[in-house]
């Protein structure tokens, strides 16, 4: 059997564990301490100097937090890009709120203007004006930031902006996560850069950053007693794993580029099977190909495909199944123009990793090219 080609799995650095050692040798095994700090300013420094960000257990628990502090409490409705992975909705869950799902675009494959206002319209009518959206740019791609703030600003609802597969990316010389009001990174295993598992929220706002950080402390107030005036978690990342996080961002440049460089081979490899569609950067926008991803001519193709490499040992998926389609959220308030079924029926996402040898390239181009030989 053929070696295992995952879709995308971890890639040390190198100094990753000099950090870690480190971090045992002066005994800062907590969810606190120097490499917490220094994390936070390394991605600050990579983002924008003037943005303020809080090292979190995960992107989720960023998510999380981040409903929380754009007020979205029981019974609120909060939009959510219906094409994205189910960590996006589950928060607005955990908060009691409802989610009401907008369908995707054909650019970017993310959240779509023109439906996004129907639904903010639509609500607005019912008497629900919506406390929040949720925009995710999906497998690196940029959503269409200058549109979605244009829509914020003019209904007043902020933007909590899922960033979590696009940490590297930018939208006209900015880089994704300094969008939103607030914005979500993740570190999980399987993303561009990890901590094993971790997570950032990221705001312009060093208030949104300093509540962050208490409500993920158990929100102790100021005392020497432990007093708690509020509901806190604990969600803050451990200085173990900020080790691993600041060796990372030391090579976070080059996994973009590799990564960059996978979506390329596989684009000219294929060139001349006219069946499969690649989604391009458009002008301004610059995507970290976080998953290279093609859109074939039918489900029964994409699952011929993706059947036939799986028995070659190599691991592909389909796109995110939208969550309007998803049993758990398929009985909440949607918007839909049919975009997002079809990108889920068609398309599927091939092994992307920074550190795919050219041989397993070769295999996963050789693989398909054979599928459609045959
Ligand atoms: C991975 C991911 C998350 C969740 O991040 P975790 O760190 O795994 O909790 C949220 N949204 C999107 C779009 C993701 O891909």
Not at 187 to 192: A, E, L, R, V, Y
Not at 336 to 358: A, H, M, V
């Amino acid at each position: 059997m053929n070696s295992k080609i995952w879709l995308s799995s971890p890639h040390m650095g190198g100094t990753e564990q000099s950090y870690v050692n480190n971090a045992f040798d002066t005994n800062w095994i907590a969810p606190l301490g120097p490499h917490v700090v220094g994390f936070e300013s390394d991605i600050q420094e990579y983002l924008n100097q003037s943005i303020h960000v809080a090292a979190l257990s995960s992107g989720t628990a960023a998510l999380h937090l981040g409903l929380i502090l754009l007020n979205v409490g029981h019974g609120d409705e909060v939009i959510c890009q219906s094409k994205t992975f189910s960590a996006s909705a589950n928060p607005i869950i955990y908060q009691g709120a409802i989610p009401v799902f907008v369908d995707s675009e054909k650019d970017t494959w993310n959240i779509c203007p023109e439906q996004l206002e129907i639904a903010i319209k639509d609500r607005i009518s019912k008497g629900k004006k919506p406390k929040a959206i949720i925009a995710v740019h999906l497998y690196g791609m940029p959503y269409k930031a200058k549109e979605i703030g244009a829509i914020s600003k003019k209904y007043d609802i902020p933007v909590l902006e899922d960033s979590a597969e696009a940490l590297g990316s930018s939208y006209h010389g900015e880089k994704c996560g300094t969008f939103g009001d607030i914005a979500v990174l993740s570190f999980n295993g399987n993303k561009i850069i990890t901590t094993s598992g971790g997570g950032a929220l990221v705001s312009k706002n060093p208030e949104i950053k300093e509540k962050a950080v208490f409500l993920a402390t158990q929100a102790r107030d100021k005392a020497v007693e432990y007093l708690h005036s509020s509901i806190g978690y604990n969600y803050r990342l451990s200085n173990v794993l900020a080790g691993i996080g600041r060796g990372q961002m030391e090579v976070l440049d080059d996994r973009v580029k590799a990564r960059r460089r996978v979506y390329e081979f596989y684009k000219e490899s294929f060139n001349d099977i006219e069946e499969l569609k690649f989604n391009d950067d458009h002008e301004g926008f610059y995507s970290n190909r976080w998953l290279s991803c093609v859109l074939t001519p039918s489900e029964g193709i994409r699952e011929g495909i993706r059947l036939s490499l799986e028995k070659d040992n190599i691991e592909t998926r389909p796109l995110w199944k939208p969550m309007h389609q998803q049993p758990v959220f398929k009985d909440y308030p949607q918007y839909l123009n049919g975009i997002s079924d079809e990108l889920f029926e068609k398309g599927l996402c091939l092994p992307s990793g920074s550190n795919l040898t050219d041989d397993e390239l070769n295999r996963v181009s050789s693989a398909i090219k054979t599928y459609f030989r045959a």
